[in-house]
């Protein structure tokens, strides 16, 4: 399906390295760890039997950490989704979501994943969905669904977006774009960080304040060498997108470098947080000993 496809190539924001990262995963499990499932990944299977966090093993595919489409906890008033994209060659692609509870009980959905009703009623037991984020100008994909099926809800952009043709024929509404300054309406419980880069692009980090959580999207990507096939493991490695290395590949990294100056300055800001857990769309999220991992990830652009 074309939205499917969109967000395939959301992911590195690049076909190229999109299809690299898609062939490189397999099916060996992590570790686990906070919000962080181990085991394989198969086939993706409907809307219904996804949401209950299940997937048939594969021997290919092993990029998500089951179980998905649930929310799990990792820190008081965060919670994580992990979803998977399926690629047109089967391959799946696993995503993050990140679920934040505001002060007044409402919450915002981080980087929405896909939709479900189960999903939405396990969040709606946590609290009203009331805003949606797209943090840059690839993960916006599934959130038209999430506004059909949450009407209410107020939906930021990353700066850029709502000029995008995709973003235009895919009648999401985008309510208002994100600054440098978080809304009022998310109750001062969270620190808003752009970092630009050229062609249009930004990605909005989010500190959650009361728990020093930090929200990237695509600026960290930590892959973990099990879920990569030997022969293509030095590729991933050379790319910086391998654990514990942890970087953007290089190509979203020359796309940042064009606005080096503003970006590095945006990059000491989020170390200068000192959170204790960073969280990030793809690969395996730091939950522990979060700001000395960041300043590893980031040295390509603090350096």
């Known amino acids: 399906m074309a939205r499917q496809s969109d967000a395939t190539r959301a992911l590195l924001v690049g076909i190229g390295i999109t299809e690299l990262v898609v062939t490189a995963l ?46 799990k906890p990792v820190a008081e008033g965060v919670f994580l989704v992990d979803s998977a994209l399926e690629n047109a060659l089967g391959a799946v692609i696993g995503t993050r979501m990140t679920v934040i509870r505001l002060p007044d009980g409402g919450l915002l959905l981080h980087s929405p994943t896909r939709f479900s009703i189960a999903l939405k009623t396990a969040l709606e037991a946590i609290g009203p969905v009331r805003h949606l984020v797209a943090p840059n100008l690839a993960h916006w994909t599934f959130m038209k669904d999430w506004q ?19 973003v235009r024929r895919s009648g ?39 728990s020093e959580t930090l929200v990237l999207t695509d600026l960290v ?32 990294r020359a796309v940042i470098r064009w606005r080096e100056r503003e970006a590095a300055g945006a990059a000491s800001r989020l170390v200068a947080l ?3 857990r960073v969280i990030f769309a793809h690969g395996r999220w730091f939950e522990r000993d ?4 960041l300043r590893r990830s980031l040295r390509w652009l603090l350096d």
């Open 148 to 166: 059909d099926a949450c009407p209410e809800a107020t939906t930021w952009a990353a700066p850029g977006l709502r000029g995008r043709g995709q």
């Open 221 to 252: 990507i930590n892959l973990e060498a099990p879920k990569v096939p030997l022969p293509l493991r030095p590729v991933t490695w050379a790319f910086g997108v391998l654990a514990p290395d942890g970087m953007p590949p290089p190509y979203l």
């Open 172 to 210: 999401l509404r985008l309510d208002h774009d994100l600054g440098p300054l978080a809304p009022a309406a998310w109750g001062e419980a969270i620190e808003l960080v752009p970092v630009p880069g050229g062609a249009g692009f930004t990605e909005m980090a989010m500190f959650h304040r009361p």
């Open 274 to 276: 000192a959170p204790v």
């Open 26 to 71: 397999s099916s060996a499990s992590p570790r686990q760890g906070p919000g962080q499932g181990s085991g394989p990944v198969g086939r993706l299977l409907g809307p219904g039997s996804a949401a209950r966090g299940h997937a048939h093993a594969h021997s290919h595919n092993g990029a998500a950490y089951p179980p998905l489409d649930v929310p």
């Open 290 to 293: 979060g700001t000395a991992r």
